[in-house]
């Protein structure tokens, strides 16, 4: 237990990093769309905003919302409930997600424990915790972060369930069912295939059950839509709309050029080397061979609930293929399947033999430079001055009424200089256009030119 808990300590001190720092990092700044709904909730209200997830990050009024219904509504829920208690501000939001990737951390170490035992629990939870796809990624603002808590609880207890099924385990499973719907489609996927392992291992009252759980499943979606149907009446029509693109290369908007399968397994790979690093995937797949030959000897039962969070990580990144091929966040989902396959090959192949021994030595210790270089990284990039001086220039010689454009363009660029300016801006556009904009509109337009990030502003009167 000793053990366990400093292996926790450690992690939750990865997660807390900068956790008050403005929304500047990499994969931050393009989703202050969340701190952006919550300061939505607090100014206008819950009657205003009706619970609704939105995409925008100036401040607008209430007709000119901006839903977002894409996916289930507990990302701003969460920060919202704990900016009550915390306060309307960086470290409400960061301290909630990042809370619940330590509670997934134990989850999994529990899940992990039930299958293979301590010892194969804590290198997998240290793998699991100890990678920047988590360490980093798991206090950035996102439903996979939220989604990996319902998956591993719901896996947790679905392992004693079919052990020993009992009406509570059984009620529990109902509810964490309900919670992955209203969670992440993250969390929808791997109840799916944890559901299907359940069929293949269980009892005729098993798969009963199961299918149940299904329907169950169905009913919360129901809900839920119907929930954001009546707060706006294009809710079911956009999330129909965002499945025509799903071949496209980006994520938010249908794509310029489709990606072939090469390049989308590429990258795939790509991702998961870097980030889960090369040392645990290297291990991740030698666990495989391991599991394989262990499956023999009373280990059946874990292998299949292992294959089934691998099954659903790669449902998951094959139905959402557009934004898996842009986001590298989106193997997040990778983790659990393959920091349990690395726990295995730790504990029973490296005491194999002498050889193995030092090539699994150096692949901890790959690890653990990679980890601590890329966070090294990940965290500098929030370190940006030349945008807080544009985001001062602009909140300080501008009003909410003017006409902002700026040569400006990017998400990681606009987002939060629009969210902590407060002002609504155009991007990406010329001098010569903002001009026009004053003529036609005979309003005052004020421009933000940054030639290399020189900015300054040029007034244009009508």
Known sequence: MPRLITLLLIIWGLLVIRIGAPWFSVQESPRVWVPASVRDYHVYGLAETGGMVFRHTAPVKPENFHYYTHHPPLIIWLPYVLSLVMGDNELAVRFGFSAVTLLSAVAFYVLVRRLYGEKVAWWSTAFYGLVPMVAYYGRVPGHDQLGLLAILLFGAVMINWLRHPTKARLIALCLLTWMAVWTAWTAVFFVAALGLAAMWLGSRQHQAAVIGLGVLSIIAFAVMMLFYQSQWDGAIDSLLDAFGWRASNASDDPGTEPFTLIGFVWRTLVHIGVFITPGVSVLAVWGIFTQWRRGTHGTHFANVIVLALLVGSLGYQLVFRNASYVHDYYKLTFVPAMA???????????????????????????????????????????????????????????????????????????????????????????????????????????????????????????
Not at 418 to 426: N, Q, W
Request: charged letters at 25%; aromatic letters at 8%; hydrophobic letters at 45%.
């Open 340 to 462: 349990i396959s690395a726990g295995v090959a730790w504990v029973y192949a490296r005491k194999q033999s002498r050889i193995i021994r030092p090539i699994f030595d150096s692949m901890l210790l790959i690890s653990i430079g990679v980890s601590m270089g890329l966070l090294f990284w990940l965290h500098s990039t929030g370190t940006r001055p030349e945008l807080e001086a544009a985001i001062a220039l602009v909140a300080a010689e501008t009003t909410p009424d003017d006409i902002i454009m700026t040569s400006l363009k990017g998400k990681d660029i606009m987002m939060p200089l629009r969210f902590y300016a407060a002002r609504e801006i155009a991007e990406d556009t010329l001098l010569e256009n903002a001009r026009r904009t004053a003529e036609s509109t005979e309003q005052r337009v004020v421009y933000l030119d940054c030639p290399e990030w020189d900015c300054e502003l040029v007034i244009i009167q009508p």
